[in-house]
């Protein structure tokens, strides 16, 4: 909290989005990385993922 | 919040069905989990009811000397469950009706109530689809029994008359002796929610364990009311039981015309149905004591 970020504006640093952003596109990585499939919107729900899977040739 | 005109407490099935032939309009309430919430939402508003509540000759499940089970309708899920003559004869009953709602609305809710609410997602019924239970009314003109596959005539509709009260569900010896199954439920969350689907499969093996001998599979939530599924059942029987789980979902699909809701696209159901197909068949075989290679 008290260092002094450079690249901030007033030196500040943003706490609350950097660890919150990366989450979801890890998981999308994830599944790439298990399927194949690139599933590029949100919500990577168990529906969607069918759609997206069937889409693939994976289905 | 509860706009109800009057309310009669029945004391026992007679007084209940001389009540309701009474009273072309009145309303059968016996655990309120289904009715309350119509009340509520104004659909049911001002409406009498007859409380069938705590009527000791409808509660119960009993196994008779030919071996015939007699549940009755006012039986609540949680009776079910704990039912000793339940888990010995039909466990996979028992499961079926522990995955409805919560713990308080099994406590409350009715086996009678979710068939006689006659919806496709209630978790009890395609258990009994598959066990080809018998529904046996009581009216002012006597009484009928009516096999399930007669009972749903449509969304929300069953073959019971107004006056008519169910007073038993009957599971025939032949229909569940020798048979093991499985029921999963299929929705968003794993408590509190309506299935998105719900498959239930009964198989009964051969001595050796090996073969699927007769296959019965039902779908709730696939159409307007739990269906058979005769495609994948006739398909799937005399298999040995790995070819029969793999087969089955795929068999499945020639059974089922699912729709597109808000809950489910008609694509993701038919997904639904062809992996869980497989797996409910998978499970009831280890619960049969077979074995199964994958």
Sequence with gaps: METDDPSGPFGNKSLGEPPAIPVAPAVRNAVLHATGVAVNSLPMNPQKLVEEFRKGGLL | MYDIASLYSASCAEDAISELARDPEAVVIAGGTDVLIKIRAGELAGCRLVSIHGIRELEGVTCRENGDLHIGPLTTFRGITQSEVIRRCVPCLGEAADQAGGPQLRAMGTIGGNVCNGVTSADSASTLMTLDAIFRVRGPDGQR???????????????????????????????????????????????????????????????????????????????????????????????????AIEKIGALALADVNPRTSWRASREFRMQLIKELSGRALRQAVINGGGAVKC
């Design chain 2, 145 to 243: 029994d009516i096999p399930i596959s007669e009972w749903y005539r449509g969304v929300g509709k069953v073959a019971l008359r107004h006056a008519e009260l169910l007073t038993c569900i009957i599971i025939p010896r032949r229909h569940y002796e020798g048979f093991s199954g499985h029921y999963i439920k299929y929705a968003q969350r794993s408590a509190m929610d309506i299935a998105t689907l719900g498959v239930s499969c009964l198989v009964k093996l051969s001595g050796d364990k090996a073969r699927a001998e007769q296959v019965r599979l039902a779908f709730g939530v696939d159409g307007p009311v739990p269906m058979r599924a005769p495609t994948a059942e006739a398909g799937a029987a005399g298999l040995p039981v790995d070819e």
